[in-house]
């Protein structure tokens, strides 16, 4: 089955993180074929994955604390000063203090930015899962093949696309609008009329099913279990929880009401308890960074709650499991790094930054003393050279002065001087 590598998102640096993790839920789907289900077990999965480098943040931000006081101290100390000497000087001081404590600068920088990407590629196969499954891009398959074959099916897709207020609206770079007429110019059309498939409401489901020339058992028989896959306590998850409220308004399905407005009110509550157990930043005469984490505490939990409603409900369940998960995570971790002796720790990482300093300087002490024996050993190879250099020129003047020349005079001379002393 080729064709499902067309529908996967294609980025040079997400594209394979998420390729890596829709085998993940594609394997999980296998065991447990329920999207909502699926999705549930994939986030813990992938968030237990990345709980060492959650652990090394927070315990780079419990140290930070520490060392934070230091650190202003020397920016007070040079405090004005922006000639070159000062600011490498400061520069200086403040990584000295770094590596007292044992971190990096940019120790929670690297975690971050290990995390991103695999968060963003997570949600990019959350948003595409027929892309990553396979049986799920097999159930929609046939039907999108059946649509293209029928006489004026893909024409009618494209209508849903464009129509006003269709949740389908994102697929419009699949058509092109010209007059009164549209165009569907996707290059591989079956995979993105699956793409549309999975997208499409209930209520867009009915409108494809009434596309004259479809075949009837086809239909059903797709629709049927693609909302098995899909149905999660009663709810369809590619529907988002706006469209089920209104629909559950309309009909009187008060079930439906509850349970689709419980999606965006669990999104909010379960990331406002999440935003409790996270550590909160430190005012340190300055109340700007403990002002802003008390905005973001107000404003995340309410942005949760409006995304999460208007989104698919897929992407809802996803969002609660997560910030469930963060949760757990952080209270274990605040239970772990509590426990920490951070005295000690502190201890511990300044008596290897002590000892790498004495390697460093006794490294650098047999440097010089090999360098100065070098110097010797060339000064004295110099002198000699100059030694041998004079004796071979003596030699040969001796073996090829003239008889009567000033060099045989001189050779004379020498011998005559050479005889006396002894």
């Known amino acids: 089955m080729s064709g499902i590598l067309l529908t996967q998102y294609s980025g040079a640096i997400l594209g394979p993180i998420a390729k890596i993790l829709g085998l993940i839920l594609n394997a999980v789907f296998n065991i447990v074929p329920n999207v909502g289900v699926a999705i549930i077990i994939f986030t813990v999965i992938i968030y237990l994955c990345l709980l060492p480098l959650t652990y090394k943040q927070q315990k780079f931000s419990k140290l930070s604390a520490k060392m934070n006081p230091e650190i202003q101290a020397v920016q007070a100390k040079y405090k004005g000063k922006q000639d070159q000497v000062s600011m490498q000087k400061q520069n200086e001081e403040i990584q000295a203090i770094y590596q007292k404590y044992g971190v990096s600068p940019t120790g929670s920088c690297v975690q971050l930015l290990i995390q991103m990407p695999i968060l963003f590629a997570l949600y990019r196969v959350i948003n595409s899962v027929p892309a990553y499954v396979e049986k799920i891009y097999s159930v929609l398959e046939q039907l999108a093949r059946n649509i293209i074959d029928t006489p004026g099916g893909v024409e009618e897709i494209t209508k849903l696309i464009n129509e006003k207020g269709s949740a389908l609206s994102v697929f419009k770079k699949y058509t092109e609008v010209s007059g009164n007429s549209v165009k569907f110019i996707a290059a591989d059309q079956v995979s993105s009329i699956i793409d549309v498939l999975n997208r499409a409401s209930s209520k867009e489901w009915d409108a494809i099913g009434a596309i004259s020339g479809i075949?009837?058992?086809?239909?059903?028989?797709?629709?049927?279990?693609?909302?098995?896959?899909?149905?999660?306590?009663?709810?369809?998850?590619?529907?988002?929880?706006?469209?089920?409220?209104?629909?559950?308004?309309?009909?009187?399905?008060?079930?439906?009401?509850?349970?689709?407005?419980?999606?965006?009110?669990?999104?909010?509550?379960?990331?406002?308890?999440?935003?409790?157990?996270?550590?909160?930043?430190?005012?340190?005469?300055?109340?700007?960074?403990?002002?802003?984490?008390?905005?973001?505490?107000?404003?995340?939990?309410?942005?949760?709650?409006?995304?999460?409603?208007?989104?698919?409900?897929?992407?809802?369940?996803?969002?609660?499991?997560?910030?469930?998960?963060?949760?757990?995570?952080?209270v274990i971790i605040n239970r772990r790094i509590d426990s920490i002796d951070m005295d000690a720790l502190i201890e511990k990482n300044i008596d290897k930054y002590n000892k790498k300093l004495e390697g460093k300087e006794a490294a650098a002490g047999k440097i010089s003393a090999t360098n100065s024996a070098m110097r010797k050993?060339?000064?004295?190879?110099?002198?000699?050279?100059?030694?041998?250099?004079?004796?071979?020129?003596?030699?040969?003047y001796k073996s090829h002065a003239k008889p009567g020349s000033i060099a045989s005079k001189a050779n004379m001379v020498k011998q005559f001087n050479e005889k006396n002393k002894k």
Request: with cysteine; glycine share 6%.
């Open 215 to 330: 075949d009837a058992a086809t239909f059903d028989t797709t629709r049927a279990s693609f909302e098995k896959f899909n149905t999660f306590l009663g709810l369809n998850i590619s529907n988002t929880p706006m469209y089920i409220i209104k629909d559950a308004l309309a009909t009187g399905a008060w079930g439906l009401f509850i349970g689709a407005l419980a999606i965006p009110v669990l999104a909010a509550l379960t990331q406002w308890i999440n935003t409790l157990f996270m550590p909160q930043a430190s005012s340190n005469g300055n109340d700007s960074a403990a002002s802003m984490m008390k905005s973001m505490n107000v404003t995340m939990p309410l942005m949760s709650a409006f995304f999460c409603l208007s989104l698919p409900c897929g992407m809802g369940i996803y969002w609660i499991a997560g910030a469930v998960v963060r949760s757990i995570q952080q």
């Open 377 to 396: 050993q060339s000064g004295s190879s110099t002198e000699s050279s100059k030694e041998e250099a004079v004796a071979k020129a003596e030699e040969y």
